[in-house]
Each structure stands twice: as structure tokens, then as C-alpha cells.
């Protein structure tokens, strides 16, 4: 019967070798030879009895003895042998064909031997100590050469992970974050901290500088424009000349007031804005009014589409941000992390306690593993050999392990003769 090839991939392509096919056929070569000491041991026994009945000499008796034991230890492994893959001679005898009628016992008995002696904890633990683990990948992590390269994998890894992403998803788990830990968080009180620590630091004077600068300059390139506003809003009873110097007074004076102001430090309107802030600080972090109209100041600028659209920019400048740093072999992000696991592989490969540390995790993480999913592993296991074929999954492994088994029979031949010539010379010597 032909059998089926069972494992996919490389093996499968037109052209290619099987190697169960390779091995079935050193499995019959095997056979073969061990089928030949059967016969060379038949054929002995039939002239040795032939040369006893002839009265050839007592040889004779001692040859038939040994070539029929031999006879007896051939076919007894001949049928030891086969009874683990088919019925001997398709006979139905208890006990026979083993792997194809007990093979889901078979991959059960399997899982809880690898479960027992592989996946326990103690086992893990101690395999892992026995490595150190710790020192030798301290060891190879301090070499430039794996320090580059496991640097490039990383990178190579980040770049994965960020085009495989993709960012619509990642922009709105971005912006749900920000706007949920900004809702969720009242922020009067943290401004007013901070602008209590800005004013007590006198960080506020530049940009009242600025400013009074600025609005120093704009006074003076829009000066016809402030004149005219004032004007403007003067009672149209009023004669126009008197409209034109009142409005030159108070640009004039308007004009005077920010100038002092911008250059005089000690100006009593830089005392009332520190004052105000001052106030405005403590008024933030205590009074409930105030911090009330934050908060819906706050979510009504979150509310905004134009602020969501902001907080869901940042991942797309991060994002190429990140990926320009992980493809530029001299980035910074790329040189930082190459000296980063230099530094933490040569401490690994003399700190012996951080070593140990190492070790530890590592133990733990491992047994951690091993006994929350060695049910699963097992499991998959027998469940695996529980899906095999009966027929196929007895080909396959006599196609494995067959081989070895005849030289069985050919040791049975050969032992079983020798046995024979023993028993049979003691029982001579017994008798005489």
C-alpha cells in the first residue's frame, strides 16, 4: 500500500526527497538481513539433522540443538517486533498491533511524561541555574558585534510594529486616553501650583516684557488707528477738532503709560499684574468658583474638534519620528540604545549580583510558564497524537525507529542459538 506523505512544506514541493521514504527503505533492508539469519539458521538446522541421521558425528546433534534455538529466538522476535505495528500474519491476537489500536493511550502517557520529568518547576529551576543564564548573556550582549545586532533586530522590530499599526486605530486609542486622564484629572488646583511657583520665581516678568513690548511697538505703527477708534465713539454733538485732540491725548497717553511701563521694572502696573496673579494662583487651588469655570473651560475646549484633531496628530509625528530614528543607523535613539546594552552586558558579565537577579527573573518567569500552561502543552500533545492517522502514524514510526528494532530479531537468532547450544551441552554432560 502506498503511503501518503504527511508532513507539509519543503517536503511536499515536486522534486523533492522524502525522508520517510529513505528510511523505509533501510527499514526493508533490515528486514531482509534479519529474515536471512531465520533462514541461514533454518537451513543449518535442516543438513545438521540430516548429518545426525546419517550418524555424521555428535557435531551434529550440537549444530541441530543451536540452529533451532536460534530458529526459536528469530521467530519469537520476529513476532515481539511486529506486534508493535500490525497483527503477526493478520492473525487477531490479544495484545498485538500495539501503536495502531493504543496510540491515543500512547500520546496521553506521552503529554504526562513530558509534563512530569520536562515541565516541572523544579526541573526549570534547575536546568536554568545549572546554564547561568545571566552571565553568559552578559557576555554576549557586551560584545559590539551582538550589541549591533541585536540593536538592528530591535530596530527592525519597531519598524514592524509601527507599519503594521495602523493609525486611525492607534490615533483614537491616543486621543480616548488623553481626553479621558484629562477629564478624569482636575487641573485648577495643578495650575495654580504652578503658576503660584511661577510668580514667587518672578518667571512671569519676561512675558510681561514681552508683552509690553509688543504692545509698545504696535502703539506706535498703529497709532492713526487708536485715534480713530477713539473718535469714533465720541457723542456726534461734539465738534471734530475736539473729536481729533481728545484722541491725541489719549494715544499720547496711552502710549506714554506702556513705554514706562516696558521700561520701568518697578512700574505699579507690574506690581498689580503680580498682585492679580498672585491672587488668580490661590484662587485656582481654593476657591470652588473658580475651579468650577476651569473644568468647563476645560472640557469645552476638549470638546473641540480642532483640539481632538491635535491630540490625534501627536501619534502621527511619532510615529515618523520614531520610524526615521530606528532606519538612520546613527540616530540618536539607535546609538543610545546600542551603548545601553554595552553598559547592561558588561555589568551582567561581572555583577554577580545582578547576575543572580537575572537568574531569578528569568527562574521565575520560566516556572511561572511551565505551571500555568504545562496542562495546555500536555494537552496539545496528546491531542496531536489523538488526530494522527492509526495506520499512517505506525508507518511513520516504524519508518523511524524500525531499523533498530530488527537488529532485535538478529540478536534474538543469535543469542537464541548460542542459549540453545548452552542448554543443550549441559543437559549432554548432565546425562552422561
Not at 512675558?207 to 509688543?214: A, H, I, K
Not at 499684574?273 to 469645552?300: H, I
Not at 553598559?343 to 561581572?350: I, P, Y
Amino acid at each position: 500500500m502506498r503511503v501518503k506523505q504527511v508532513e507539509a512544506g519543503p517536503a511536499g514541493a515536486p522534486g523533492a526527497v522524502d525522508p520517510d521514504a529513505e528510511r523505509r527503505r533501510g527499514v526493508r533492508r533490515m528486514k531482509l538481513i534479519a529474515t536471512g539469519f531465520l533462514a541461514v539458521a533454518t537451513v543449518v538446522y535442516v543438513l545438521a539433522k540430516w548429518a545426525d541421521s546419517q550418524d555424521a558425528g555428535a557435531w551434529a546433534a550440537y549444530v541441530a540443538a543451536a540452529a533451532e534455538a536460534g530458529m526459536v529466538g528469530a521467530m519469537a522476535d520476529w513476532f515481539a517486533v511486529t506486534a508493535l505495528f500490525r497483527r503477526p500474519l493478520g492473525l487477531p491476537i490479544p495484545h498485538t498491533a500495539i501503536i495502531p489500536t493504543k496510540k491515543d493511550a500512547l500520546g496521553a502517557s506521552l503529554g504526562d511524561f513530558v509534563g512530569e520529568n520536562f515541565l516541572s518547576a523544579d526541573v526549570v529551576r534547575t536546568r536554568l541555574r545549572a546554564v547561568g543564564i545571566g552571565s553568559r548573556l552578559g557576555t554576549w550582549v557586551a560584545e559590539p558585534a551582538n550589541a549591533d545586532r541585536v540593536t538592528e533586530q530591535a530596530a527592525a522590530a519597531l519598524r514592524g510594529m509601527l507599519t503594521v499599526l495602523r493609525d486611525s486605530d492607534v490615533q483614537a486609542v491616543v486621543s480616548e486616553a488623553i481626553t479621558r486622564r484629562a477629564e478624569a484629572q482636575e487641573v485648577a488646583p495643578g495650575l495654580g501650583k504652578l503658576l503660584e511657583k511661577v510668580v514667587a520665581d518672578g518667571g512671569h516678568r519676561r512675558l510681561v516684557d514681552l508683552v509690553c513690548v509688543r504692545a509698545h511697538d504696535w502703539l506706535v505703527e498703529h497709532g492713526d488707528s487708536v485715534m480713530v477708534a477713539v473718535q469714533g465713539g465720541a457723542p456726534g454733538w461734539t465738534p471734530r477738532f475736539v473729536d481729533r485732540k481728545v484722541g491725541e491725548r489719549v494715544y499720547k497717553e496711552l502710549l506714554r503709560f506702556v513705554t514706562e511701563m516696558r521700561d520701568s521694572p518697578g512700574h505699579p502696573a507690574r506690581g498689580a499684574v503680580d498682585r492679580f496673579l498672585g491672587d488668580f494662583a490661590a484662587e485656582l487651588q481654593s476657591d470652588p468658583d473658580t475651579r468650577q469655570r476651569v473644568e468647563r473651560l476645560k472640557n469645552d475646549l476638549l470638546a473641540r474638534p480642532e483640539v481632538q484633531d491635535l491630540i490625534a496628530s501627536v501619534w502621527g509625528s511619532v510615529r515618523a519620528m520614531m520610524v526615521a530614528a530606528a532606519e538612520d543607523e546613527r540616530s540618536e535613539l539607535r546609538m543610545r540604545t546600542r551603548a545601553s546594552l554595552l553598559s547592561l552586558g558588561a555589568r551582567m558579565a561581572t555583577d554577580t549580583r545582578l547576575q543572580a537577579k537575572v537568574d531569578s527573573w528569568l527562574e521565575d518567569a520560566a516556572t511561572y510558564l511551565v505551571t500555568t500552561y504545562r496542562d495546555q502543552i500536555t494537552s496539545l500533545i496528546s491531542e496531536t497524537v489523538a488526530g494522527w492517522d492509526a495506520e499512517q502514524t505506525s508507518r511513520k514510526i516504524e519508518a523511524h525507529v524500525g531499523r533498530d528494532l530488527q537488529f532485535i530479531r538478529i540478536n534474538g537468532t543469535v543469542v537464541g542459538a548460542l542459549v540453545g547450544l548452552l542448554i543443550f551441552t549441559v543437559s549432554r554432560l548432565a546425562g552422561s
